[in-house]
């Protein structure tokens, strides 16, 4: 069990896709992801392996939820900045978490 202090460090955003790259040296298929977080946040890249459901052009400027506030992680040759999170299937079939109305880039998820 975490206390509410604990997931009270852990920053979730809301925001836009804004490209969406074939990433040929990750291990597993994945995209290279460009995500506006607004102006507070500005713009993070991530490594995401969501290549089983979302063809790269459905993605783009689709508003997704992402952490933040990790460290920022080593992925071959391509730095990522946060985490996209998405509900993990049986087989790795990854759906992401998104708004089902559109909001402003960075709202803070709670």
Not at 18 to 40: C, H, M, R, S
Request: with cysteine; glycine share 8%.
């Amino acid at each position: 069990m975490i206390t509410w202090h604990d997931f009270e460090k852990v920053e979730m955003r809301v925001g836009t896709i804004l490209e969406v790259q074939d990433f040929p040296k990750a291990n597993k298929p994945a995209y290279q992801l460009t995500i506006d977080f607004g102006v507070e946040l500005g713009i993070k890249k991530s490594s995401a392996q969501i290549t089983k459901r979302y063809a790269k052009e459905e993605l783009l400027g689709k508003q997704i939820i992402a952490v933040v506030n990790f460290p920022k992680k080593q992925i071959a040759d391509f730095m990522s900045e946060c985490l996209v999170l998405g509900s993990v299937g049986e087989e790795h079939d990854i759906v992401l978490l998104t708004s089902d109305i559109p909001v402003e880039n960075g709202l803070r998820i709670g």
